[in-house]
């Protein structure tokens, strides 16, 4: 088996490729979601508890 037998994949390479290229983005863009929602937890602690401070 060659490599460039194994990248065709017999036929199916577009599938193949494709569908791990897609997986691969959406974790991509769950750990960026994730990220982007605990800053947003993270500011609203810190908000509060400044707001708790104040009174």
Same mark, same amino acid.
């Given at each position: 088996m060659s /490599? %460039? &037998?194994f990248f065709n994949?017999?036929?199916y390479a577009f599938? /193949?490729?494709g569908s791990y290229g897609v997986t691969l983005l959406v974790f991509v863009v769950e750990i960026l979601m994730v990220n982007h929602k605990?800053?947003? %937890?993270?500011? &609203?602690v810190r908000m509060m508890r400044e707001a708790g401070e104040e009174l």
């Open positions: /490599v %460039a &037998e994949m017999g036929g599938y /193949v490729w605990r800053k947003i %937890a993270l500011q &609203e």
